[in-house]
């Protein structure tokens, strides 16, 4: 069973940064697509920032400017560095990893607790 653990969240106000962690208990990155999602109060759950098992960094149109995916594989850890942050980023920021064949979009694979981003001044 695959545990992944978030850090990094917090309170932040508008135009700062922060960088989320997600620490994986075993090494799944040879065989998992890691990704960081999103979830807003009344809004569907987003994909922020993924990549490929292979290293290839992905991210969907309305994301690429202000955030960053980054991994280390030795420390079993994929970060999110988030830039230029703004109030409409509040939400609750979840790790995810899956299998290459499901996709960035069906839900599957392994989810971690979350971690709350509020923007605010």
């Known amino acids: 069973q695959v545990q992944l653990v978030e850090s990094g969240g917090g309170l932040v106000q508008p135009g700062g940064s922060l960088r989320l962690s997600c620490a994986a208990s075993?090494?799944?990155?040879?065989?998992?697509?890691m990704g960081w999602y999103r979830q807003a109060p009344g809004k569907q759950r987003e994909l922020v920032a993924g990549v490929t098992r292979d290293g290839t960094t992905h991210y969907p149109d309305s994301m690429k400017g202000r955030f960053t995916i980054s991994r280390d594989i030795a420390k079993n850890t994929v970060y999110l560095q988030m830039n230029s942050l703004k109030p409409e980023d509040t939400a609750v920021y979840y790790c995810n990893a899956h299998n290459p064949t499901r996709g960035w979009t069906s839900g599957a694979g392994y989810w971690g607790q979350g971690t709350q981003v509020t923007v605010s001044s």
């Open positions: 075993t090494r799944i990155f040879s065989v998992n697509d």
